[in-house]
């Protein structure tokens, strides 16, 4: 017990430092984790309703925040890691704000963002009564390596939870890992009705694996399908047409087909965590309101004009947010770094299409990999202005160039961090993990 | 999931236009038409690799030459007349399933190695031009012995950014694979490790060369920022192709060069 206490005091006080120099939301946990390893499974013991782990290569961070937002709308206390921080240290790190000095978390559920390596470290520590699992893609293959090795993560995932598994459909990967739970946890699934099954491919990874006698479930009535009514209006469909429970027709303030996938998974896991207590016109409500999350599609204004930040992490999103964001006519920066938490190997921008920048052009290239960047572009011929890889300099220039119109910029995790940085403390933006919500 | 058998279906390369598969007249052909093999682009193409695809596509034809891209799939029919040949990395499932039909294919491609034509194969592709491949089980899987390397089975992963010499001028690129290679003796390497692990991590060699046959753990892709390398298979895919001298057009590679002397200065220290 003395040990948690200090593990909380060391790891509130590295917070409130790393804070003070404006980052770093891994940090702190680090050093909680240091002082007492089971610090986890301590702090999330008293946690009545279930320990739900949200994690896939993408929409992790979207996902969870909609989740979060329908459980709330339900009047639960549910704690959460919302800095996009989905390594286990970062959920120490958000948890250290909220924890009594003995150490044991105050809320009616938990709903942790992790990454697929992390998930299973966290699940070492305590076991998820739930888990969602999104999708598979090649995300930072540096750091997982194989995409059949990512799959097996997400398997032992499934394998750690207690109670019950949400599994996308839609995704092979995903939908296999319906054989490794265990007896007696329930199964349920979400994905896209008939309708739009055309567009699935722009979105997924192949599975280029030996057809075994794999057969693909039909989904139930507990299963979310998304049913699109037009570009921004769709509804999440349980079962019949008819007798079946709709929750929507509804308009996310995210756009694009991924946003509208991520609201189903979330729908259909808040349903499953709430049983009877469900209540569709709830649900609805709190998707309508959701905000995106910083960096995916936040909107900064800029002197009168409309900044969008777009996260780009991986060719499956970075050709969904070209899909969703390429048709209307902005102003074009991409920055690329190399760090860690981007991926260090660059090698993905040559699995995605550019097609869509080529008749505008893109105005500026930054980062530390500026150049790998506008050589890609060259090799889809979208003309290039300029190429500056460093992020403030860059962003001075894009800004001073594009005053009068919309403007975009696709970037890198640690690229989008400063930049964000940079523009928080000029336009007033809310701090990073402490969204206006 | 399209019913339609899968070596039917090819794989979108970006930026590639569209009908770049088709063989021109001859009028429309420029210098000439050199016909590209991408070997098993739907299973062994993982880290970027159709980019080298691409790249090379796209510079045959600033040099004036015209390219036919053609996409081999397992089962597919072997095309008759390849001038330049490239494959890449996959996964382990991947791999297996090329299996059968790089054993089907493989004498088709020792002839082709030993009598010029010029191949690209990194990482997956590299293993299985070499001798043998050994599981950390201690399973031998034969390869094609076009390369006299072979590989043993790692638990560690080599995994980072590299910096190469090489008969090519200075090259980058970026290895992740948990195979360590071994050159037989006399096998030349494709490069000296300057920054990264190489083939082993501990000889200093990167990657093995034979005939016009260059083997690299290295993507990147390889060739968008080593464009000496891109020309140089580009220059002999040219000669067996039209049985002439290549004819290059120069190039402006600036960008490229930039890329490239920087990762130099960040890595080499």
Request: proline residues 5%; negative net charge.
């Given at each position: 017990m003395l040990r948690t206490t200090a593990a909380v005091v060391a790891g509130k006080t590295a917070r409130a430092v790393s804070r003070l120099r404006g980052g770093g939301s891994a940090l702190p946990g680090l050093v909680a984790e240091k002082v007492d390893p089971g610090f986890l499974s301590h702090a999330l013991a008293g946690v009545p309703r279930g320990i739900v782990v949200v994690s896939g290569t993408n929409g992790k961070t979207t996902t969870t925040k909609m989740l979060?937002?329908?459980?709330?709308?339900?009047?639960?206390?549910?704690?959460?890691?919302?800095?996009?921080?989905?390594?286990?240290?970062?959920?120490?790190?958000?948890?250290?704000?909220?924890?009594?000095?003995?150490?044991?978390?105050?809320?009616?559920?938990?709903?942790?963002?992790?990454?697929?390596?992390?998930?299973?470290?966290?699940a070492a520590a305590v076991r998820p009564t739930h888990s969602l699992l999104l999708n598979v893609a090649r995300d930072q293959l540096d750091r997982f390596a194989e995409i059949d090795h990512t799959a097996q993560l997400l398997a032992s995932l499934?394998?750690?939870?207690?109670?019950?598994?949400?599994?996308?459909?839609?995704?092979?990967?995903?939908?296999?890992?319906?054989?490794?739970?265990?007896?007696?946890?329930?199964?349920?699934?979400?994905?896209?009705?008939?309708?739009?099954?055309?567009?699935?491919?722009e979105l997924q990874e192949q599975d280029v694996r030996f057809d075994d006698d794999f057969t693909p479930p039909k989904p139930g009535g507990d299963d979310g399908l998304l049913k699109p009514h037009d570009e921004r209006s769709f509804e999440v469909l349980f079962g019949d047409l008819e007798s079946g429970q709709h929750v929507g027709p509804l308009e996310l303030q995210q756009r694009g087909l991924a946003a509208m996938?991520?609201?189903?998974?979330?729908?259909?896991?808040?349903?499953?965590?709430?049983?009877?207590?469900?209540?569709?016109?709830?649900?609805?409500?709190?998707?309508?309101?959701?905000?995106?999350?910083?960096?995916?599609?936040?909107?900064?204004?800029?002197?009168?004009?409309?900044?969008?930040?777009?996260?780009?992490?991986?060719?499956?999103?970075?050709?969904?947010?070209?899909?969703?964001?390429?048709?209307?006519?902005?102003?074009?920066?991409?920055?690329?770094?190399?760090?860690y938490a981007d991926g260090r190997d660059v090698s993905w921008l040559y699995d995605v299409s550019f097609d869509s920048l080529r008749e505008r052009g893109v105005a500026m290239t930054s980062g530390v990999r500026a150049y790998d960047m506008a050589l890609r572009l060259q090799y889809d011929d979208v003309p290039v202005d300029a190429i500056e890889p460093d992020l403030e300099t860059a962003l001075d220039a894009f800004l001073a160039a594009h005053q009068d119109q919309p403007m975009r910029i696709f970037c890198t995790y640690t690229a989008m961090m400063s930049l964000r940085r940079v523009l928080a403390a000029r336009y007033n933006l809310p701090d990073i993990g402490e969204e206006a919500s | 999931m399209s019913d339609l058998p899968l070596q039917d279906i090819d794989v979108p390369i970006p930026g590639e236009p569209e009908g770049s598969a088709r063989v021109p007249t001859a009028e429309r052909a420029g210098k000439g038409a050199i016909n590209l093999v991408h070997l098993y682009p739907r299973e062994m193409s993982i880290y970027g690799d159709l980019g080298n695809t691409r790249c090379l596509a796209a510079r045959i034809r600033r040099h004036?030459?015209?390219?036919?891209?053609?996409?081999?799939?397992?089962?597919?029919?072997?095309?008759?007349?390849?001038?330049?040949?490239?494959?890449?990395?996959?996964?382990?499932?991947?791999?297996?399933?090329?299996?059968?039909?790089?054993?089907?294919?493989?004498?088709?491609?020792?002839?082709?190695?030993?009598?010029?034509?010029?191949?690209?194969?990194?990482?997956?592709?590299?293993?299985?031009?070499?001798?043998?491949?050994?599981?950390?089980?201690?399973?031998?899987?034969?390869?094609?012995?076009?390369?006299?390397?072979?590989?043993?089975?790692?638990?560690?992963?080599?995994?980072?950014?590299?910096?190469?010499?090489?008969?090519?001028?200075?090259?980058?690129?970026?290895?992740?694979?948990?195979?360590?290679?071994?050159?037989?003796?006399?096998?030349?390497?494709?490069?000296?490790?300057?920054?990264?692990?190489?083939?082993?991590?501990?000889?200093?060699?990167?990657?093995?060369?034979?005939?016009?046959?260059?083997?690299?753990?290295?993507?990147?892709?390889?060739?968008?920022?080593?464009?000496?390398?891109?020309?140089?298979?580009?220059?002999l895919a040219a000669e067996k192709a039209t049985g002439r001298p290549f004819e290059?057009?120069?190039?402006?590679?600036?960008?490229?060069?930039?890329?490239?002397?920087?990762?130099?200065?960040?890595?080499?220290?």
């Open positions: 979060v937002a329908i459980l709330r709308a339900h009047s639960l206390n549910v704690f959460t890691n919302p800095t996009g921080s989905n390594f286990t240290r970062g959920v120490i790190s958000s948890m250290l704000g909220e924890l009594p000095a003995n150490g044991r978390l105050n809320a009616d559920m938990a709903v942790l963002e992790l990454d697929e390596a992390h998930a299973l470290k966290f499934a394998e750690q939870t207690t109670t019950g598994v949400v599994l996308n459909i839609d995704d092979s990967f995903i939908t296999r890992i319906r054989d490794r739970v265990d007896d007696g946890v329930a199964v349920r699934y979400f994905g896209v009705d008939e309708s739009i099954a055309d567009r699935l491919p996938i991520n609201a189903t998974a979330a729908t259909t896991t808040a349903r499953m965590l709430l049983g009877d207590d469900f209540d569709a016109e709830r649900a609805e409500a709190a998707l309508r309101a959701v905000t995106p999350p910083f960096g995916r599609g936040e909107v900064v204004m800029v002197e009168g004009q409309p900044l969008e930040l777009v996260l780009v992490k991986n060719p499956a999103g970075f050709t969904v947010a070209l899909g969703t964001y390429g048709s209307t006519p902005v102003s074009t920066m991409i920055a690329i770094n190399d760090n | 004036g030459y015209s390219p036919v891209v053609h996409q081999h799939h397992p089962g597919g029919e072997f095309p008759a007349e390849p001038h330049l040949l490239v494959g890449g990395g996959g996964q382990d499932s991947g791999q297996v399933r090329v299996e059968a039909d790089l054993e089907k294919i493989a004498d088709r491609l020792r002839e082709l190695a030993e009598g010029g034509t010029p191949m690209l194969m990194i990482c997956g592709m590299y293993q299985l031009f070499g001798n043998a491949f050994i599981t950390v089980e201690g399973q031998r899987l034969p390869g094609l012995g076009i390369l006299d390397v072979t590989t043993q089975g790692n638990a560690k992963r080599m995994i980072g950014p590299v910096v190469l010499d090489t008969d090519f001028g200075e090259v980058v690129g970026y290895e992740n694979h948990s195979g360590s290679t071994t050159l037989g003796a006399g096998q030349r390497a494709f490069g000296s490790v300057r920054s990264g692990y190489g083939n082993n991590g501990t000889d200093r060699t990167e990657g093995a060369r034979i005939h016009n046959v260059v083997g690299s753990y290295l993507h990147g892709p390889i060739l968008p920022a080593n464009p000496a390398l891109a020309d140089a298979l580009i220059g290059p057009v120069s190039q402006d590679d600036a960008v490229a060069d930039q890329a490239r002397l920087r990762q130099v200065r960040r890595l080499v220290k």
